[in-house]
Nanobody, 115 residues
Framework: QVQLVESGGGLVQAGGSLRLSCAAS????????MGWYQQAPGKQRELVAT???????NYADSVQGRFTISRDNAKNTVYLQMNSLKPEDTAVYYC?????????WGQGTQVTVSS
């Protein structure tokens, strides 16, 4: 089992940057895949970015070139660097992990981008 705790959300103006962190309760070295999802009010939760244990990354088209996902195995932490933020990026961002056939979610962190 693994607990995930997100941090780093907040209020930022359009064009600004934020870095989200997802701290895991145990080593992430062997976790198959970790990622970030966003859920805007009234919408379904959607994939933002994922990173595998081997370091392969995948991004939603809407964030490609603006967001970067990374992982620090020594700190058991996954990051989401968000640049050139847009009002439509406003959402609750959730950290996600898949390991040994089980899926885990964090509690979410709010990101609000003002125009």
């Amino acid at each position: 089992q693994v607990q995930l705790v997100e941090s780093g959300g907040g209020l930022v103006q359009a064009g600004g940057s934020l870095r989200l962190s997802c701290a895991a309760s145990r080593t992430i070295f062997s976790i198959n895949a970790m990622g970030w999802y966003q859920q805007a009010p009234g919408k379904q939760r959607e994939l933002v970015a994922t990173i595998t244990s081997g370091g392969s990354t995948n991004y939603a088209d809407s964030v490609q070139g603006r967001f970067t996902i990374s992982r620090d195995n020594a700190k058991n932490t996954v990051y989401l660097q968000m640049n050139s933020l847009k009002p439509e990026d406003t959402a609750v961002y959730y950290c996600h992990a898949v390991t040994r056939g089980r899926s885990y979610w964090g509690q979410g962190t709010q990101v609000t981008v003002s125009s």
